[in-house]
């Protein structure tokens, strides 16, 4: 459970417990996850320029992939947008179950992004569901509030897609969800942590007063590869 592979959080869990959801490069030396799980690749070491290479190699010429961390890309590679962000230890937080939260999965999935097309939590795909734990609360039937789990470096779980329809807010259900969400990860024998953009205070004031702590201040970088040589 040791905090430093929360420095290079992607490449520990496609590497570890997401390694399922991986593809790597021809040297070993970058993944990504399918596409159709997370758009997030990661590097064995940002500061190796083979790493990068290798990461070209995996994208193809002129193809956007996304990165997260303190880093810097070699010439060629176009930083198309950087979200400063945050990347809070959740070790602090209280778990525990919300009995009227239910399991979502596969067959939930267009409700689930239909919400977060609402409310724009991040990256949530078709099989985004499949990385983890996601838990829902449902109004009359229709799913309001949804929160679940993204990337696992070893002995840690990302709480993430934390969303509640705007209808649905100020009744707690994400912070319930939250609880919820972390107690299943702590169950695993896990800790919770989470990522936010910075800019994101509302948020951020909910994620303290649950006791979550900052850890880092990484980017969330979307860059393109370079293109092919004529």
Known sequence: MSPEVLDNPVWSALTGPHRGFAEHGPAGLA????????????????SDPRAWTDLAALAGPGEGVWVTGLLTPP???????TIPGVQLDGRAVA???????????PADVPEMLELVGLTKPGPFLDRTVELGTYLGIRHEGRLVAMAGERMRPAGWSEISAVCTHPEHRGRGLAGRLIRAVAAAVRERGDSPFLHAAAENTGALRLYASMGFELRRRPDFVGLRTPAKEA
């Open 31 to 46: 993944a990504r996850y399918t596409g159709d799980a997370s758009p997030f690749a990661g590097l064995s070491d940002p």
């Open 75 to 81: 010439p060629g590679w176009e930083t198309v947008l």
């Open 95 to 105: 778990a525990e179950a919300t009995p009227d939260a239910v399991p979502l999965g």
